[in-house]
């Protein structure tokens, strides 16, 4: 499958309409919509540009927004992601 056609797959059969749902009730604004949440155009439009950038330059990893865009051993994926953390075995823990 070409790059072109990965890309509108993808676009096709993410689901913006819940990451909108979810944006919105946590209030979570763009700069570049002026701290308001973007529409969901403008989510399509954002993912768009992060999985063609994901896939024209040597970065594996293009993330802004909440939406990350990886592109590894020939598989083109976009998330939206509201919260993540990770820790290795050098990291202390604490009551």
Excluded at 33 to 59: I, Q, R, S, W
Excluded at 78 to 90: Q, R, Y
Aim: proline share 2%.
């Amino acid at each position: 499958m070409k790059d072109k056609k990965l890309v509108k797959t993808i676009l096709k059969n993410f689901d913006f309409e819940k990451v909108h749902i979810v944006m919105t009730a946590l209030n979570w604004g763009w700069h570049d919509t002026n701290g308001e949440v973007p529409t969901v155009p403008e989510m399509k439009t954002l993912a768009k540009k992060l999985l063609k950038e994901v896939l024209e330059t040597d970065n594996r990893l293009c993330a802004t927004g909440g939406f990350e865009a990886t592109y590894q051993n020939g598989i083109l994926e976009l998330k939206f992601v509201v919260s993540e953390w990770n820790a290795d075995k050098e990291d202390s823990y604490e009551d």
